[in-house]
Structure formats: structure tokens, C-alpha cells
């Protein structure tokens, strides 16, 4: 996101729209936490203390920080990357890793899906987003940075060495004005200039670093998106363009529903101990009935098996216009990269 | 105590009997045989206390009596000796057995047989008739799959399965089972209980040469097998088996045919260069090609084989822990199998295409490992 928390304060409070505004402390002690692009213009950064900023800035207009608002618009925008993949590791409240590798809309491009993306965060919570496309996390964050704000860039395979070569040492992510200051002793000053030390001799520089950025130079790193966030509940629903009336009817839609349910909880690797069924009626009347299992499950003869109790259990022939199904109550283990699955006993 | 016995049909017994032994008793009568002769019948009996087992046969007899005699020595001293008459004596008076070769004599310490634990007595048994051959071939198909989880007892075991319509055995260990079904053998009565692996263990291997019927007696704790001159015994296991039945998928529109042993070899080619956890292989199935891959990202093998096959369904791919993927080909005798499949992440079924006899039924299912995503 750009410059969140100033964003989101000047999106909720129109005249500060324009303005050099800062989120954080008071002027005279307390640090920056978030500057608007007006405020940048002056040379006022983030983390940066207030009193610094007031001096290039003097007529900067100060907010205290609103964390409760910053992570609601967090959570909207992430349930948005979840429309995409589970896999998000988020970064902070308004930055994340995708991978979209194996995207839920099946998408190709993942330059595509970073646009869509970013168009409905601007529809749905009025902000601006950059993303940085490419084939690790590193390269893509170093990309989020370079068509900043409200912009994205796609560093393709194939550009990737030359673009690593003529990157400048201190906008290589993860390395500091410190560490950027040692290099530029060393007469590092491009990733050119990186690429041309040994491993053995950035060890010995730089300790355990020296190896990562002997790798990133190189368009290595093997880390992949780690999720975080613990899932609550993983659900599927579906309102009906016309109502369903009748069991066959609804078995047959609850089906449909339960294929896309499955799929995703089989794609979660979760399991789950509580199934539950959600049914809407035309007048919007909402019925739900939940059943636990003795043991976490998510196998599709369990589910399916339970999935249609539950129907059965409650639905007397109306016209419904929802259907929905979700399991909860999950259990700790997550599935590695390939799992063994289990018959469920 | 006194008989002469050929020293190779002893022995022979006594292996049999033998297998029921443990290396740690805790009761170290346990350690025995015990040999009781009453006329010209020797039987020789070895218990765990869970299972017990004993055999006769026929001695040229001339003094009754009972001793607990050590086994390995008894074993190892038989063991050694080429086949001849041998005679045993006992002296109560020392305690001693004394056995008389060509070569020589060898005496051993016994035991009073009294004091072997006794067998209980089975009350309300029923009994199911069953040919030798099809129980050995039932164990031999099934106890592969049975699983060696201590918290999961009843899946250490064979679920036997008898009713008015079929006789039917089945293992799992959660990520694989086997259904072995005879539906020309029937019981007259309805009955389930789950045989532990180590009394099968043995029944697979003494029921080999029996072309006889065994007669299974079973009520609610505990199971005996007689055949021929064998009584074994045993404690069922307690508890209620999985509802195997629900978790075997019905709707297998995906299935792919192919030569077995050919699938088998390619399958154990291609696992050498598996993940050594998962030993995960991936089928790919389009058309009539099969593509068999394996690979270990941390070492950077990888093994990828093409088979002709035939195929019907949608293109898909599927992972399988290559080690149950060999253990079921292996066990099935058919020319060609069937592979059926659903989705990814659900059951295959293997299934026999021939080579089955009038009446049996062979099932087996693998829980697929999902691919990396």
C-alpha cells in the first residue's frame, strides 16, 4: 500500500487531502510512522523523528495513529488476496508476498492478477497499492518499489540477471544504509559489483549475510510465501441467480457447492472438526446447523456424508436463495509441501 | 517320561510350535516347551500367553508324563543332529531330561509341567469352516496392510468378516487397505473380530502345506484354529474395527489399465530417485501414455518413465507413496490391473484383471500423496 496510514487518514478526513500529513507521535518527541507523498516531496521518511520532519517541513500536519482503523483496511485487503491464493505472507499491515503460482482463479498472468488486485483494493477501499512482479520474493519486492506509487512492474525471468546487475547497492532489499555503506567501501556499488566477490570472501565480510546476498545477486532464493495466518474457517457459498426449491434441487446445488468446498480445504491441507451448513431462504431468512466429528477430517466422503445430513436434518422443500458450507475448529497440523493423505477413521 | 521320536519330525513340530515364542518373557516358563506324552501322542505345547499353539504327533511311547523342557536348547541340540531316532528319558529324581543320539547323550534341566499357565477355556464358541488354502491366501493378502500403531490397536490386525453370504478379510493402516472377499465361503453365523498380527504370522506360515479344512472357533475374546495335528490359539484384539466400507469410493470414473509387472518395475525404478520421506512417485495419466515420475529437490534426482497403457478419464495427476504402490502389485498374481481413481486427493483402487478364482474378490485402496502445489 502507499503510504498507508497516511492514505487511509486522508481518504476518512478530506482536508488533510494534499497536504504534508505524517502519522505518529507529537512534534516534539515520537517518530514518523507514515508520511504522505506531499509530505515525502520535503524529505520527510518514515521512521524518521517528528522533530526532523517538522524542521523540513514546517507547515507538516501531524495524526495520531489509528492502528484499529490501519488493520480493519488490513483485513480487507488481505480477505482480497485471499480471493487469489491462501498463500500470503504478510509482510506488515499493508504489505505481502502472494504466491500465485496456483491462483484460485486460474489466472496465467501474474502481472494480470497484480492489476486486478490492485483495481479492486482502489474499488473496495478507496487506496493505492504498488506490486513488484517476479520470481522470488526478494526480486519482487525490490520491483514493488520501482513504479511506486500506484504502479506495478513484472521483472521477468529472463531480465533478471541484468536487472540485479544494474540495481544500486542500497535498493537491494534487505540491505541497509549500514551494510550499504560497508559495500560502498568495499567498492560494491552495483549488483555487478556484488556478483563479482566469491562466497567465501562475502562470509567473511558480511558473517551469515554474505551468503544471502551472494544468492539474491544471483536471482536465488528458495524461500517460499509462508501463510500465516491462522484460517479460522474455510468456506463456500452460493446465491442462487434463481431460487432452489425442492431436496433434489438443493442436494444437486449443494454439490456443486461442496466440490469447490472440498477443493479448497483439500488445497489448504486443513483439517477441520466442525462442518456447517448455511441456508438462506428467499426472504433472506438465515438457518444454520453445525456438527462436530470426534476427529478433525477433510475427507470428501466424511464431509460429503455430514454435508448432506445436515441438509436433510433441516430443509423442509423451500425456495432457498444461498447455500453455503464451512468447516472450523481446525486442527494444529498443517500440511507440508507433499503429504501422505489418510483414510478417515 | 519316556519316548523314541524321529529327530526330524520332532524338529519340524517343533519350529512350528516354536514360533509362538518370545525372546523377553516375562515368565520365564514361557521359555519351554511343554512336552506331554499319553500313549503314543506327544504334544508340544508354547504359549505368549496370547497366543498358544500345539502340535502332536505320533511317538513310539513308553512311559506317560509331562515336562517343560528349555525350547532354543532343545531347538539348537535338535538342529544339530542329522535325521535319526532319538530317545528322551526324563529323571524326576534330577530333574533332567536325558536325550540319546548316535553320537552320544545330552541332558537338560526341566521344569514341572504344572507349572505352565493354563489355558482358559472358551466358552459360547461357534465355529466357521474355512479351506487351509483360502485363510493362508486371506493372511497372505491382507496382514501386509495392517498398520504397527500402538495407540491404533485394532488396526494392528485382520478384521475377519464372516457371514451367511461371504467370508471376508480385511487390513488397513489409514493410508492403505486391503478387502480380501470369498463369496463361495460362508459361515453359518454372523461373526467379527479382529486376529492379531503375530498368531497370523504364524498360521501364514504353517498353513502353507495344509491342504485340510480349519476349523475356526471364535466367541467374544478369543479365537482358535485347529487343522491337522495344530491347535493355535489366541486373543482377539479388543475394540471396534473401522468402518472400512465408508471410506472406499464408489464413483471411480478415472481408470487406467496396464500390464502389472511392467507397471510394478517401473514403479521401483523410478522410486529410487523418490523423496526418501515420502517416496513419492506421480503418475500422469493422458491418453494411452502413462508418465511415471520421482523426485528429490534436496538432492536434485529425479527419474521420469513413459508406459503404454490404457487409459480412461480426464487427464490427471496423482501422487503415491511408492512403497504401498510396490507391496500391492506385489501381493496381486493378475497379468494386468486396474487403477481407479477419482481426483488427486482421493483413494485409488487397485484391482486385479484376471487370475481370480470363482468367487474371490480382491480390493485394494492407497491414499495418494498430494503434490507439491
Not at chain 2, 491366501?137 to 496382514?143: F, G, M, P, R, V
Request: proline content about 4%; aromatic content about 8%.
Amino acid at each position: 500500500m502507499d503510504a498507508f496510514y497516511a492514505s487511509v487518514e486522508q481518504r476518512d478526513n478530506p482536508e488533510l487531502r494534499g497536504k504534508p500529513l505524517a502519522v505518529g507521535g507529537s512534534k516534539e518527541r515520537g517518530v514518523v510512522a507514515a508520511a504522505s507523498y506531499e509530505a515525502r516531496e520535503y524529505g520527510v521518511r518514515s521512521a524518521m523523528p517528528s522533530r526532523t520532519a517538522y524542521r523540513r517541513c514546517p507547515h507538516l500536519v501531524f495524526v495520531k495513529p489509528n492502528f484499529d482503523k490501519y488493520r480493519k483496511v488490513s483485513h480487507q485487503i488481505r480477505e482480497i488476496f485471499y480471493r487469489y491464493t491462501d498463500l500470503v505472507e504478510p509482510l506488515s499491515l499493508d504489505e505481502a508476498y502472494l504466491d500465485v503460482s496456483h491462483n484460485k482463479k486460474g489466472i496465467t498472468s501474474a502481472s494480470k492478477i497484480a492489476r486486478q488486485i490492485r483495481e479492486e483494493i482502489k474499488a473496495e477501499t478507496g487506496l493505492n497499492a504498488s506490486a513488484g512482479i517476479s520470481i522470488n520474493k526478494f526480486l519482487a519486492k525490490v520491483a514493488s518499489d520501482i513504479n511506486k506509487p500506484n504502479g506495478q512492474k513484472t521483472i521477468m525471468p529472463e531480465e533478471v540477471i541484468s536487472f540485479l546487475e544494474e540495481l544500486a547497492i542500497a535498493k537491494f532489499y534487505g540491505i541497509g544504509t549500514k551494510t550499504a555503506e560497508k559495500m560502498k567501501s568495499l567498492g560494491i556499488h552495483y549488483g555487478r559489483d556484488l556478483k563479482t566477490w566469491d562466497l567465501a570472501l562475502l562470509q567473511q565480510e558480511f558473517g551469515k549475510a554474505g551468503s544471502h546476498f551472494y544468492n539474491i545477486v544471483r536471482g536465488l532464493q528458495k524461500s517460499p510465501v509462508k501463510p500465516e495466518r491462522e484460517r479460522k474457517s474455510l468456506g463456500a457459498e452460493r446465491t442462487f441467480s434463481e431460487d432452489i426449491r425442492g431436496i433434489a434441487a438443493a442436494e444437486k446445488a449443494l454439490k456443486e457447492i461442496f466440490e469447490i468446498w472440498i477443493s479448497r480445504i483439500q488445497a489448504s491441507g486443513l483439517k477441520g472438526r466442525t462442518i456447517s451448513l448455511k441456508l438462506k431462504s428467499q426472504n433472506f431468512e438465515v438457518l444454520s446447523r453445525s456438527h462436530s466429528l470426534d476427529q478433525p477430517s477433510n475427507s470428501p466422503e466424511v464431509l460429503w456424508h455430514w454435508a448432506q445430513d445436515l441438509l436433510h436434518q433441516d430443509y423442509k422443500g423451500e425456495a432457498l436463495r444461498l447455500i453455503g458450507l464451512s468447516l472450523s475448529n481446525f486442527s494444529e497440523l498443517k500440511a507440508s509441501s507433499s503429504t501422505q493423505l489418510t483414510l478417515d477413521f | 517320561m519316556k519316548f523314541i521320536v524321529s529327530s526330524g519330525a520332532l524338529l519340524k513340530q517343533l519350529q512350528i510350535v516354536g514360533g509362538v515364542l518370545n525372546n523377553n518373557n516375562t515368565l520365564p516358563i514361557l521359555d519351554n516347551f511343554l512336552l506331554k506324552l499319553e500313549g503314543s501322542q506327544l504334544s508340544i505345547l508354547a504359549s505368549d500367553l496370547e497366543s498358544t499353539i500345539s502340535a502332536t504327533l505320533e511317538v513310539q511311547g513308553d512311559q506317560d508324563g509331562v515336562a517343560a523342557v528349555p525350547a532354543r536348547l532343545l531347538l539348537d541340540g535338535l538342529k544339530a543332529l542329522p535325521e535319526q531316532p532319538v530317545t528322551f528319558v526324563t529323571d524326576d529324581s534330577s530333574m533332567t531330561v536325558e536325550i540319546s543320539s548316535d553320537y552320544g547323550r545330552y541332558s537338560l534341566a526341566f521344569v514341572e509341567g504344572d507349572e505352565f499357565p493354563k489355558l482358559p477355556e472358551m466358552e459360547d464358541v461357534s465355529t466357521t469352516t474355512v479351506p487351509g488354502e483360502i485363510l493362508a491366501t486371506a493372511i497372505n493378502k491382507t496382514l501386509f496392510a495392517a498398520g504397527n500403531d500402538d495407540l491404533r490397536p485394532v488396526m494392528s490386525g485382520v478384521f475377519f468378516q464372516f457371514s451367511s453370504e461371504s467370508l471376508t478379510f480385511v487390513a488397513t493402516d489409514a493410508h492403505k487397505l486391503v478387502r480380501y472377499r470369498r463369496n463361495d465361503f460362508k459361515s453359518d453365523n454372523t461373526a467379527e473380530f479382529i486376529m492379531p498380527r503375530k498368531p497370523l504370522n504364524i498360521l501364514k506360515s504353517t498353513l502353507v502345506s495344509v491342504g485340510d479344512e480349519v476349523k475356526v472357533h471364535y466367541n467374544e475374546t478369543n479365537a482358535r484354529f485347529e487343522f491337522e495335528n495344530i491347535v493355535l490359539s489366541c486373543r482377539l484384539i479388543d475394540g471396534k474395527y473401522p468402518n472400512y466400507e465408508a471410506v472406499i469410493p464408489k464413483d471411480n470414473p478415472n481408470v487406467l489399465e496396464i500390464e502389472r509387472t511392467k507397471f510394478l518395475s517401473s514403479v521401483k525404478r523410478v522410486a529410487i530417485f523418490s523423496n526418501k520421506t515420502t517416496h513419492q512417485v506421480r503418475l500422469k495419466m493422458a491418453g494411452s501414455e502413462l508418465q511415471m515420475m520421482a523426485e528429490d529437490v534436496d538432492f536434485s534426482n529425479k527419474a521420469h518413465e513413459r508406459l503404454d497403457c490404457s487409459y480412461q478419464g480426464e487427464d490427471m495427476e496423482i501422487g503415491f507413496n511408492s512403497r504401498f504402490l510396490t507391496e500391492m502389485l506385489s501381493n496381486l498374481e493378475s497379468d494386468v490391473i486396474n487403477l481407479e481413481m477419482s481426483a488427486p486427493n482421493r483413494a485409488g483402487i487397485i484391482l486385479p484383471a484376471d487370475s481370480l478364482e470363482e468367487g474371490e474378490d480382491v480390493l485394494m485402496l492407497v491414499m495418494p500423496v498430494m503434490l507439491n502445489s
